[in-house]
Nanobody, 125 residues
Framework: VQLQAFGGGLVQAGDSLRLSCAASGRTFSRYAMGWLRQAPGKEREFVAAITRSGLSSYYSDSVKGRLTISRDNAKNTVILQMNSLKPEDTAVYYC???????????????????WGQGTQVTVSS
C-alpha cells in the first residue's frame, strides 16, 4: 500500500489542523492505520492508531482528548483531526499502515510496515 499525507502547516497554539492520508490499492481495509510523529532531535513516537474496522482507536497520553483519528474504508482515507494544538505538537507527522491487527493496541512505533512521506506541523506559541 502507498500512503500520501496532506494537511500540515503552520498554526498558532490553540488552533486546529486536519491531516489526511490517502492510500492506494484495494486492500486498504486489511491494514491497521496509525499516525506517528518525529520532532527535531527526538525519536519517532506513536500518536494515534485505528483498527482495520475503524471501531477502535488508541492515543498517546500526550494527545488524548485533543486529537482524533478516523478512517473511511470506502474512500481509502485516514484523518487525524488535531484540536487545541500545542507547541510541543510540532513535528513531522507520518501516516503509516500495519498488516498486524494488533498494532494499534501496542502504542508502539514498530510494527508499521508502510510509511508515507510525512507532513510538517508547526505550532507557534
Amino acid at each position: 500500500v502507498q500512503l500520501q499525507a496532506f494537511g500540515g502547516g503552520l498554526v498558532q497554539a490553540g488552533d486546529s489542523l486536519r491531516l489526511s492520508c490517502a492510500a492506494s490499492g484495494r486492500t486498504f481495509s486489511r491494514y491497521a492505520m496509525g499516525w506517528l510523529r518525529q520532532a527535531p532531535g527526538k525519536e519517532r513516537e506513536f500518536v494515534a492508531a485505528i483498527t482495520r474496522s475503524g471501531l477502535s482507536s488508541y492515543y498517546s497520553d500526550s494527545v488524548k482528548g485533543r486529537l482524533t483519528i478516523s478512517r473511511d474504508n470506502a474512500k481509502n482515507t485516514v484523518i487525524l483531526q488535531m484540536n487545541s494544538l500545542k507547541p510541543e505538537d510540532t513535528a513531522v507527522y507520518y501516516c503509516t499502515a500495519s498488516s498486524l491487527p494488533s498494532a494499534p493496541h501496542t502504542g508502539r512505533v514498530d510494527g508499521y510496515d508502510y510509511w508515507g512521506q510525512g507532513t510538517q506541523v508547526t505550532v507557534s506559541s
